[in-house]
């Protein structure tokens, strides 16, 4: 009985030790940074990536350094993407694994000081009015910074900033776990100590990027001998890459993802950023003090004297891609950039940056992307010939319309896949390149034939009609005739192509000319030579009629 109980004794006081604290290393900066942009898969053609609130996201790679003691410990990553979605985490090369993943909720601030030193001593300054003599003492924080302060001194206790003069609040030291940039944190075992080299990778929200096209037809003399809608052109492409997080991520390897990605998580929710709270307090409104004692600011420095505003001005400009652009397009020499390299991931398609680059806080950057310089083109010209339109010879022409037709592969000149993205056309002209037309493109794969609206034409005229009078009976079996009368006035000859129809809606007899599908309508190519008008005649009737 005496040794059980004696046993029972030694095992409650050793229950009754407190475990062992867990010894905090902050692992070192990154030595190595990977950011992977995936565009924002709700953002369809032709609409602008929102630079106030960008909704994709990036997957960011961070190898650190981190000098860790036998036992438990828990490695404090400093500096990571304020965005950054915890529950998607990974550390790798640590020899025990993870035990527990958290991530700080607030910043270092004012706010967080206050609350981080309830009730513990800080020092108050004062600025004697009359004598204009600062004056310190201790004070003990009473209250969180909720609205207001209230202060243990040797007088009582009293509100801050209430009283109507300069009044400053100095801390010896800063709250555990503040720290002025986000923070990551996690537990881990290691069964001996060492130094180790360990990545993280995570989703962060807020990136976004997108691509831009310039393409610039070469001079007259250089397109194709015999058919004057034959072209080709220069087609030169920037993307932009935009960070909303305060962070920079400097000398990153960096990728790109193109294509639909399906996204069933809420990364924005998830991302649930640190706060860093400002100190607002108020007073009651008792006369002057009810806004309580003015804060100076420190006024915006001045340029320097010796500066023109000239030089000042210019200091302040970023050359970006569109500035580059300008001036590749205003050299004479050839154009020489480095493009981003093509690589397949399942069914989306990565590009990756070949230099490291730097994608700056709250900024965007511009790399280049694309730099063909033979792309085989050709003009298109286009206009709609069913049968539910207008009869007669009375027909007002139409203009037709305008395509910019190629195909994305290498006989072409391009061979690789294009993500969706604004694209600008430029025709040389005796005063250099002018701006001719602005268009969008979709996503692109190789192979894909690629045609783009550019407008209407002012020189080629379409009057299509059917030749009966009579009201058209779709129901009807009956043949019903059609005409089409084209108008060039181009010096030379072009390609039209007559759309007839929904494809599989309709039999269609087109004497001479080959009918086939495009893009889900019975279609015809015709040429019209230089300066001249051709007339067509065919007949269609409903395949679905009883």
């Known amino acids: 009985m005496r040794a059980t109980a004696i046993l029972s004794l030694l095992l409650a006081l050793v229950s009754a030790q407190p475990a062992a604290a867990r010894t905090i290393v902050e692992a070192s900066d990154p030595t190595d940074l990977s950011v992977t942009i995936y565009r924002d898969p709700d953002r369809s053609v032709g609409e602008e990536m929102n630079r106030d609130w960008p909704q994709g996201f990036a997957m960011i790679s961070e190898v650190r350094t981190v000098s860790l003691p036998a036992g438990v410990s828990t490695i404090r990553f400093i500096g990571v993407a304020e965005g950054m979605v915890g529950v998607s985490a990974i550390v790798t090369g640590l020899p025990g694994g993870t035990i527990e993943k958290n991530r700080n909720a607030e910043l270092l601030s004012p706010a967080a000081l206050v609350n981080g030193a309830l009730g513990n001593r800080i020092t108050i300054t004062r600025t004697n009015p009359a004598t204009g003599e600062a004056q310190s003492e201790q004070a003990i924080v009473r209250t969180r910074a909720d609205g207001g302060l209230v202060l243990q001194t040797s007088q009582g206790y009293e509100a801050v900033r209430c009283a109507g003069l300069p009044e400053k609040l100095t801390f ?13 944190t996690i537990d881990t075992q290691t069964p001996e100590g060492g130094t180790y080299e360990i990545t993280l990778t995570y989703l962060a929200w807020g990136f976004d990027w997108q691509a831009d096209y310039v393409a610039t037809i070469h001079p007259a003399q250089e ?9 080709t052109l220069q087609l030169l492409s920037w993307l932009t890459l935009l960070n909303d997080n305060d962070q920079s991520f400097d000398n990153a390897r960096l990728q790109i ?8 998580t809420d990364f924005e929710g998830l991302s649930d950023p640190p706060v860093a709270r400002p100190l607002r307090l ?6 002057s003090t009810a806004a309580g004692s003015p804060i100076a600011y420190p006024p915006p420095p001045s340029p320097s004297p010796s500066a023109p505003m000239g030089a000042v001005a210019d200091e302040m400009i970023t050359v970006t891609g569109a500035r580059m652009r300008a ?5 004479a020499a050839p154009v020489s950039v480095v493009t ?15 230099d490291r680059v730097d994608v700056s806080a709250k900024g965007m950057k511009q790399v280049a992307f694309l730099n063909q310089d033979e792309v085989k083109a050709r003009f298109l010209y286009t206009a709609e010939c069913d049968p539910y339109g207008w009869f007669g010879s009375g027909v007002d022409p139409q203009p037709a319309g305008l395509l910019l037709a190629t195909r994305n592969d290498e006989e072409k000149g391009l061979g690789l896949a294009l993500p969706q993205g604004a694209m600008k056309l430029f025709e040389p002209s005796t005063f250099g390149p002018q701006l001719a037309a602005t268009t969008e493109l979709r996503d692109y794969a190789r192979g894909q034939d690629v045609e783009l609206e550019i407008g209407e034409s002012a020189q080629v005229f379409a009057r299509c009609a059917r030749l009966v009078e009579a009201e058209f009976d779709p129901d009807s079996r009956k043949w019903t005739k059609m005409q089409a009368t084209i108008t060039n006035a181009n010096p030379h000859p072009v390609t039209m192509r007559l759309k007839l129809g929904w494809a599989g809606d309709w039999d269609v007899r087109f004497p ?3 009918v086939f599908v495009k893009d889900g309508y019975d279609v015809v190519e015709v040429r019209i030579a230089a300066n001249s008008s051709r007339e067509f005649n065919w007949r269609l009737r409903n395949t679905d009629a009883d």
Do not use: H, Q, W
């Open 172 to 184: 010896d030291r800063i709250p555990d776990g503040l720290s002025a940039k986000p923070v990551y």
């Open 223 to 231: 397109r194709s001998k015999g058919r004057g809608d034959e072209f």
């Open 257 to 264: 993802i193109a294509g639909t990605l399906n996204i069933e």
């Open 282 to 287: 108020t007073c009651y409104p008792f006369g």
């Open 327 to 331: 001036e590749l397009m205003e050299s």
């Open 340 to 354: 981003a390299e093509e690589e397949n991931l399942g069914d989306l398609k990565l590009f990756r940056v070949p």
């Open 512 to 514: 001479r000319e080959k």
